[in-house]
């Protein structure tokens, strides 16, 4: 299994930047498939951004374009780069094998003026 520690979070104006990161552990790590999820108050948990073993990115629809995600596999790292950052960005973010596994604690991300 792979295990994840989510980090990065914080409060940022409308329009602002931010990047999460999520370090990894567990040998499975190199050959799954990363996502991003994130779970707003009140809302059920989504993805966000998916990568594959070998960089392959998705993108849900409503942060094509804003964020970014990557992977560093030699640190067992993924990162989520989000930019022009709204208020319903706002959530709590985790990292996670696509295909399922332990949900880590989560890093709150909170986007308000």
């Known amino acids: 299994q792979v295990q994840v520690v989510e980090s990065g979070g914080g409060l940022v104006q409308p329009g602002g930047s931010l990047r999460l990161s999520c370090a990894a552990s567990?040998?499975?790590?190199?050959?799954?498939?990363m996502a991003w999820y994130r779970q707003a108050p009140g809302k059920q948990r989504e993805v966000v951004a998916t990568?594959?073993?070998?960089?392959?990115?998705n993108y849900a629809d409503s942060v094509k374009g804003r964020f970014t995600i990557s992977r560093d596999n030699d640190n067992y790292m993924v990162y989520l780069q989000m930019n022009s950052l709204k208020s319903e960005d706002t959530a709590v973010y985790y990292c996670?094998?696509?295909?399922?596994?332990?949900w880590g604690q989560g890093t709150q991300v909170t986007v308000s003026s």
């Open positions: 990568i594959t073993t070998g960089g392959f990115s």
């Open positions: 996670r094998p696509l295909q399922g596994g332990p």
């Open positions: 567990g040998s499975d790590f190199r050959f799954s498939t």
